[in-house]
């Protein structure tokens, strides 16, 4: 075969036979002479992930599939200094944790205050926020609740005062106390878990709902089972029962 046949076998002037299929992806076409640089999308044609990021762009988890969250109720002892609640908050929000709620409420023990919260986040995650709970200064324990756990919080809705009978029914068909009422607005409170108040919100909803304050959830451990791990129920200064209970740090 001559130079001019071994030229001619070739497609386009190319190294590969025309029959190739190299050859053939290059072709382009109407039979055109190839066009240079890759074969594939454009830029604006290619996949870009997505997903949760970090303040610095970079992505924390895959759009499909993933470690599944759950919601954790986490409650911890700890001194009652000033600005605690705040170092605690403080502390979620750069590890950007999802808290639900965050509670503080004093406890049976002078001196001592019980901190609540509610997280919703993979197991890893929720791991790492006792972690991180528990190395604050002013913590003492702290611990993770049952799912048993006895839990409720509070609701306030002032809500438009045209139909008071209406609203004194809702109120009462959930076991709630009306605060204030007026000519113009009602203010009730609602008591109980979430489901309860969510439900209660959305029954309001129907006079027109002015303002709303919603405390977060606050928890027990049912019977005589410690909320959190080294304490004991406490009772009150005024028992005599001093058989029954005591208090974690008698």
Do not use: C, W
């Amino acid at each position: 075969m001559t130079g001019e046949d071994e030229h001619a076998a070739t497609d386009g002037g190319t190294d590969h036979p025309a029959d190739s299929p190299i050859a053939e992806h290059a072709r382009p076409a109407g039979g055109d002479a190839p066009e240079t640089g890759l074969a594939g999308p454009t830029p604006e044609e290619r996949p870009h992930p997505s997903g949760r990021r970090d303040e610095h762009g970079v992505r924390k988890e895959p759009d499909d599939g993933g470690e599944p969250t759950r919601r954790a109720t986490v409650s911890a002892l700890v001194e009652d200094e000033p600005g605690v609640l705040a170092r605690a908050a403080g502390l979620f929000r750069r590890r950007q944790f999802n808290i639900e709620s965050l509670t503080v409420g004093p406890t049976t023990v002078e001196g001592h205050s019980r901190i609540t919260l509610v997280v919703e986040e993979t197991e890893a995650g929720i791991d790492q926020a006792k972690k991180q709970l528990a190395k604050l200064t002013p913590v003492i324990a702290v611990g993770e609740l049952s799912d048993d756990a006895v839990a409720a919080e509070l609701v306030l809705l002032k809500v438009r005062g045209e139909e008071p009978d209406k609203v004194h029914a809702i109120t009462s068909m959930y076991d709630g106390e009306t605060l204030d009422a007026g000519p113009r607005t009602i203010t009730v409170q609602i008591t109980g878990d979430e489901n309860l108040i969510d439900d209660a919100i959305d029954a309001f909803d129907q006079f027109g709902i002015i303002e709303i304050a919603r405390t977060g959830q606050t928890a027990l451990e049912r019977g005589d089972s410690p909320t959190t791990p080294g304490e004991e129920p406490g009772h009150s200064a005024g028992s005599t029962d001093d058989d029954e209970f005591t208090n974690y740090d008698d």
